[in-house]
């Protein structure tokens, strides 16, 4: 057993308050902006804050980003790589949220730097040529995660970042009845052990990966 030196929800509550009102926009500024309801749940503001700090550290120029919905996580990536000319490449299949997502990329002066590609990403990634991004987060549909592994990894530059959202389903206790996004993460997490990938697991939001390929 890994050595246990705090409670989690301490650290984290600490950590949160520490970092409060300094990253923005956090995802309630977000929201609050958007005002809209019923959409799919956001990267968390801490997970938000540690890919800010990985693209500010390997100036990404090149960011694919599976899962745009409202585009909380796209604009917070925009911003961080803005400023060295990066740019995301954002997919989604959802038609319905893209005015939404596009207009909080106006209002936070980052819509010059997102490209938005509307459809199925495992459709879209197949046409993508391989090596051609810096980045590559994975945030769509879960059942998608270890069926999309290989296309991701392969998309990736070597060296580049994989960032993977929501990877601590199986051990999250309003999922222990273990439906079938629990089951697909949990075999993405296997496979992405044996995937090309140098990758840890880190339990920030419901579970972040962050991994370089080698
Ligand atoms: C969890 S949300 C993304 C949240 C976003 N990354 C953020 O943090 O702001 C997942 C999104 O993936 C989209 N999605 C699911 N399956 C997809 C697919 N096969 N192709 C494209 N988008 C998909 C859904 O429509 C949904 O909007």
Not at 60 to 67: C, R
Not at 153 to 182: A, C, H, Q, Y
Not at 192 to 214: D, H, M, N, Q, Y
């Amino acid at each position: 057993m890994p050595e246990v030196y705090f409670d989690l929800g301490d650290a984290l509550s600490y950590i949160a308050e520490l970092y409060d009102t300094k990253d923005s926009p956090t995802v309630d500024e977000y929201v609050e902006f958007l005002e809209i309801a019923g959409f799919e749940p956001v990267i968390e503001d801490d997970i938000a804050r540690l890919f800010k700090f990985l693209l500010y550290l390997t100036k990404a120029k090149s960011v694919l980003e599976i899962g745009m919905s409202i585009g909380f996580s796209t604009t917070s990536m925009a911003l961080a790589v803005k400023g060295h000319g990066g740019r995301i490449t954002t997919l989604e299949m959802n038609e319905d949220i893209v005015p939404e997502a596009r207009r909080a990329f106006k209002n936070f002066n980052v819509d010059d730097v997102i490209d938005i590609r509307i459809g199925d990403a495992n459709e879209i990634i197949k046409k993508i040529e391989s090596e051609s991004f810096d980045v590559v987060f994975q945030d769509s549909s879960k059942r998608l995660y270890p069926v999309m592994l290989e296309d991701c990894v392969r998309v990736l530059k070597k060296g580049g970042l994989f960032l993977i959202d929501d990877t601590l389903f199986p051990v999250m206790k309003e999922r222990s009845d273990w439906n079938d996004s629990t089951k697909a993460i949990h075999e993405f997490n296997q496979k992405t052990l044996k995937s090309g990938v140098f990758s840890t697991l880190l339990p920030i939001g419901e579970g972040c990966t962050i991994a370089v390929k080698l």
